[in-house]
């Protein structure tokens, strides 16, 4: 293994870091402390405030010179055609500067979703408008009853000649509140088995009848949503491949780099500045010099960040040889969202009863009670994105050949 850039690789790692250095607005460039702004794209590309919407169309245009938007998109579809290997390296260097895209699942998911399957009527109206971020799409799959096993969802599409009628409700539609369009998964036929009676619809979240309601979480972050369907009309057209084949529709994604890069360096930036606080301006805070098990334990997550990031490593020199990843992607996937969980820990247990401060602005929080905030918020972290449950049985199966049941 070879951790080290190709003189090419280094070439394209400077490109991305001066790019960003030179055209990431000032808005979302992190503080002098390593905080991220507190300013989001998503909301500001419709914000009331000239500067926030001048930032995110700043951001947009720069992104979308570079075909950057959808850096791993093929270029005959506006994207840059990056190989995985510059894709890892462009994840790298962007996580690293605390800057963000603004694809969302527009670009990760419905895109090479239309790709394949979509008609040319699809591609040519969808696909420009999320390059230019005009558009924002947001993911109608999970429902209060189907989450984990979302092949048995209910919400129901009856067609009325060249329109279907949609009834039901989604939940955890992560930015739906931010978003223009949702892609969606429904019901056509109840009486088929349940993988074969679903279908793909497109539709604009200002349909009638689509109702979209805040779920707040007990970090007091509203990231997702429960999204209502109420006799709402979708044309016939806006289907995505054939009736009742929604759930193969629905699972396309193209081979694109998943190494889960950022996680290991978010991870790696996160202990660094826990660690530089916690030897100067937290200092008085910090229980490092009278609990020394702590210092113990952030050695262990330090480790434990080199691993994800080689388990990184490992998927993209997969994925670089023309191989898919699968039971990798698991192991990959609840390690990182283990490690969040661990880390949230360790930071708390770090600064004491300061830790229960939870407003950022108190002369008493430590690390602007960051810490505090992502114990709470990331308990969701091995649930989210298939539990770890699930991950386990995938590494049980697949990768070490067990038995099922």
């Known amino acids: 293994m070879d951790w080290n850039d190709t003189p090419e690789q280094a070439a394209f790692r400077k490109e991305v870091a001066d790019f960003i250095k030179s055209k990431l607005p000032k808005r979302y460039q992190m503080d002098a402390d390593g905080f991220?702004?507190?300013h989001d794209y998503f909301s500001d590309r419709k914000s009331a405030?000239?500067?926030?919407?001048?930032?995110?169309?700043?951001?947009?245009?720069?992104?979308?010179?570079?075909?950057?938007?959808?850096?791993?998109?093929?270029?005959?579809?506006?994207?840059a055609g990056l190989?995985?290997?510059?894709?890892?390296?462009?994840?790298?260097?962007?996580?690293?500067?605390?800057?963000?895209?603004i694809g969302g699942s527009g670009v990760g998911?419905?895109?090479?979703?239309?790709?394949?399957?979509?008609?040319?009527?699809?591609?040519?109206?969808?696909?420009?408008?999320?390059?230019?971020?005009?558009?924002?799409?947001?993911?109608?799959?999970?429902?209060?009853?189907?989450?984990?096993?979302?092949?048995?969802?209910?919400?129901?599409?009856?067609?009325?000649?060249?329109?279907?009628?949609?009834?039901?409700?989604?939940?955890?539609?992560?930015?739906?509140?931010?978003a223009d369009w949702l892609f969606v998964l429904v019901r056509t036929d109840p009486d088929a088995p349940k993988h074969r009676g679903i279908s793909f619809v497109l539709t604009p979240k200002s349909a009638p009848g689509i109702s979209v309601r805040p779920l707040v979480n007990m970090a007091w972050e509203h990231h997702f949503n429960e999204t209502f369907f109420e006799d709402v009309r979708i044309p016939v057209a806006n289907r995505v491949g054939e009736e009742n084949r929604g759930w193969y529709v629905g699972m396309t994604l193209l081979d694109y780099e998943r190494s889960n890069i950022t996680g290991a360096v978010a991870a790696r930036k996160t202990i660094d500045r826990m660690i530089a606080y916690a030897k100067g301006a937290g200092k008085s805070q910090s229980r490092l010099e009278v609990?020394?098990?702590?210092?113990?334990?952030?050695?262990?997550?330090?480790?434990?960040?080199?691993?994800?990031?080689?388990?990184?490593?490992?998927i993209i020199s997969m994925q670089h040889r023309g191989l898919i990843p699968?039971?990798?992607?698991?192991?990959?996937?609840?390690?990182?969202?283990?490690?969040?969980?661990?880390?949230?820990?360790?930071?708390?247990?770090?600064?004491?009863?300061?830790?229960?401060?939870?407003?950022?602005?108190?002369?008493?929080?430590a690390f602007r009670g960051a810490f505090t905030h992502s114990y709470v918020s990331s308990v969701s972290a091995t649930i989210a994105a298939g539990t770890s449950e699930i991950q386990r049985n995938i590494i049980a199966t697949r990768g070490l050949g067990l038995p099922r049941g």
């Open 49 to 79: 405030d000239p500067a926030a919407t001048r930032a995110a169309k700043e951001w947009a245009d720069a992104l979308g010179a570079k075909g950057w938007v959808a850096p791993q998109w093929p270029k005959e579809y506006g994207g």
């Open 36 to 38: 991220p702004p507190g």
């Open 109 to 178: 998911m419905l895109g090479p979703m239309l790709m394949v399957h979509g008609t040319e009527e699809q591609k040519k109206e969808h696909i420009s408008k999320i390059l230019s971020g005009e558009v924002v799409w947001a993911q109608g799959y999970s429902e209060p009853g189907s989450g984990s096993d979302l092949a048995s969802l209910q919400t129901r599409a009856v067609r009325d000649g060249d329109e279907y009628v949609v009834n039901g409700q989604k939940i955890w539609t992560s930015g739906a509140h931010h």
């Open 83 to 101: 190989t995985p290997f510059e894709q890892f390296i462009y994840n790298m260097e962007m996580t690293k500067a605390g800057a963000v895209g």
């Open 291 to 314: 609990q020394p098990n702590i210092r113990l334990d952030i050695a262990d997550r330090y480790i434990e960040s080199e691993v994800l990031f080689n388990f990184s490593f490992r």
């Open 326 to 365: 699968n039971y990798e992607a698991s192991t990959s996937k609840l390690y990182n969202s283990e490690l969040a969980q661990r880390l949230a820990n360790t930071g708390v247990k770090a600064f004491g009863l300061h830790s229960n401060i939870w407003d950022e602005k108190s002369p008493y929080a």
